[in-house]
């Protein structure tokens, strides 16, 4: 069975990592999918993204990367996976992702969406969140896996 996991990952997390990694236990294929969206501004390009994705992953022989622009049940339908899996932080997550799922049945009924909690110690992690910290400078190496910190790190000049 093969599973999308679509996300901006701009830049990808611990947390986005650990939904990867355990997720790559639960189905025969993982692909991690970038979303290009032109109307927001990214702190990293989409190809930049896929390269930390590819780095971050490469110990994770069935997970593979790609980006995607429009509707995710479109290229989940191109790529004939019939999972797209989400990760769940807070109850508010909860709320959109149902939402999301729901939609996503109305649109093509040959996807489930398969919710999987995020480690405690990632509960309250977001890619803004970290954009927000180190943006004023403060330390993120708790946050990030370490073959991006560099990458974040030059994208903020020093306070």
Known sequence: MIAIYPGSFDPITLGHLDIIERGSGLFEQIIV???CNPSKQPLFSVEKRLEQIRHCTQHLTNVTVDSFNGLTVDYAKQKQATVLLRGLRVLSDFEKELQMAHTNQTLWDGVETVFLA?????????????KEIAKFGGSVDHLVPPSILADICSSYPSP
């Open 118 to 130: 995020t480690a405690k110690e990632y509960s309250f992690l977001s890619s803004s969140i970290v």
């Open 33 to 35: 999918a970038v979303l």
